[in-house]
């Protein structure tokens, strides 16, 4: 795992953005994973904070409130649609933008880590770049290999594959969830990747200990499979 130690040389400063809020229900694989990147960087006192849900109230708000930085932000719009998002995917890419104002870390060009799924937290990264804020990446999966996988914001499957590599790429480390993907990106011209597989949060930890308590004077006529 990438951080043994109680520190880690990215770490100082810095902030995680996370796909989903970690202090919600751990009620499916996802919010679990958030939850245990949150652990593992606050052992570091890296504090998390979500990527906020674009939401078209927040952005007509923006608009009203900070024309100014809407109409600076504009870019983004545009660099979205010729990343080959789709119209809303563009605006949610631009709404995005716009609310990482409010993490200092990002204004202050500090260290980020963001965690991305193929929606608005994807094109976090976008505007990551704009700004020029070191960040590493750490997908929940990479998207192009999940079978079945739509395009999200994006037109196709071609330009989502296409933004998904280059955000590889122009990142400083990349930590994937399986050697698998670490492998993939790695073949894919990624240098910087790790491998920091999933380990269950505090949280489920205790649940499935506790279970395995309650389990252990009976009769094993077969298997418990927890999810």
């Not at 994973?33 to 939401?55: D, G, M, N, W, Y």
């Not at 963001?114 to 990264?125: C, I, P």
């Not at 020029?132 to 499957?157: A, T, Y």
Request: charge should be positive; proline fraction near 7%; charged fraction near 20%.
């Amino acid at each position: 795992m990438p951080m043994s130690r109680a520190t880690h040389p990215y770490a100082r400063e810095a902030r995680f953005l996370s796909r989903f809020d970690p202090g919600v229900a751990l009620n499916h694989g996802g919010r679990q994973r958030s939850k245990q990147l949150a652990e593992l960087l606050s052992t570091c006192s890296v504090p998390t904070v979500p990527i906020p849900t674009p939401r078209l109230g927040s952005y007509l708000r923006a608009l009203v409130r900070t024309p100014v930085r809407w109409l600076r932000s504009l870019p983004t719009l545009l660099r979205a649609i010729s990343a080959g998002m789709t119209l809303k995917g563009a605006f949610a890419a631009h709404a995005t933008r716009l609310a990482l104002h409010d993490v200092p870390e990002v204004l202050q060009r500090r260290r980020v880590y963001l965690e991305t799924g193929l929606d608005w937290t994807m094109l976090a990264s976008l505007s990551l770049r704009e700004l020029d804020v070191p960040h590493v990446i750490l997908p929940q999966n990479v998207e192009w290999l999940v079978p079945g996988q739509g395009s999200g914001p994006f037109r196709s499957m071609r330009h989502a594959k296409a933004f998904e590599l280059d955000m590889y790429l122009k990142a400083e480390e990349v930590w994937t969830i399986s050697e698998l993907d670490a492998a993939t990106l790695r073949s894919a011209g990624v240098r910087e990747v790790r491998c920091l597989p999933y380990a269950p949060p505090a949280e489920i930890d205790a649940r499935w200990r506790a279970i395995a308590v309650r389990r252990g004077g009976t009769s094993k006529a077969g298997y418990v499979i927890l999810g």
